[in-house]
């Protein structure tokens, strides 16, 4: 079964930096599309970035871009969230998830999340 398991997050001021690392065991992972998704507080889930492993073709949420870097790291099966000009905004849980390339949908498999906390 594949599984999926978040760290990095953690409390920064306005301003700084975070580094998100989703490691990811029991999938082929170069058939995946990874994304990070984000929860706030009374909010709905959203998806901040996404990373097509095969042929790293990327997309990012309009409020992160130029802020975040999304990058993998196929020998280790990780895939790394790089957020910098952290704001008080970008608070959530920090999900990473998983879908076969081609499958649409829903993704499948999710991580645990992990929380970011930006205080201003």
């Known amino acids: 079964e594949a599984q999926l398991v978040e760290s990095g997050g953690g409390l920064v001021q306005t301003g700084g930096s975070l580094r998100l690392s989703c490691s990811a065991s029991?999938?082929?992972?170069?058939?995946?599309?990874i994304a990070w998704f984000r929860e706030a507080p009374g909010g709905e889930r959203e998806g901040v970035s996404c990373?097509?492993?095969?042929?790293?073709?990327?997309d990012y949420a309009d409020s992160v871009k130029g802020r975040f870097r999304i990058s993998s790291n196929s020998a280790k099966n990780t895939v790394h969230l790089q957020m910098n000009a952290l704001k008080p905004e970008d608070t959530a849980v920090y999900y990473c998830?998983?879908?076969?390339?081609?499958?649409?949908?829903?993704?499948?498999?999710w991580g645990q999340g992990t929380q970011v906390t930006v205080s201003s």
């Open positions: 990373i097509r492993i095969r042929d790293g073709t990327i």
């Open positions: 998830a998983a879908n076969v390339i081609g499958s649409g949908g829903r993704y499948k498999y």
């Open positions: 029991g999938l082929t992972f170069d058939q995946y599309t």
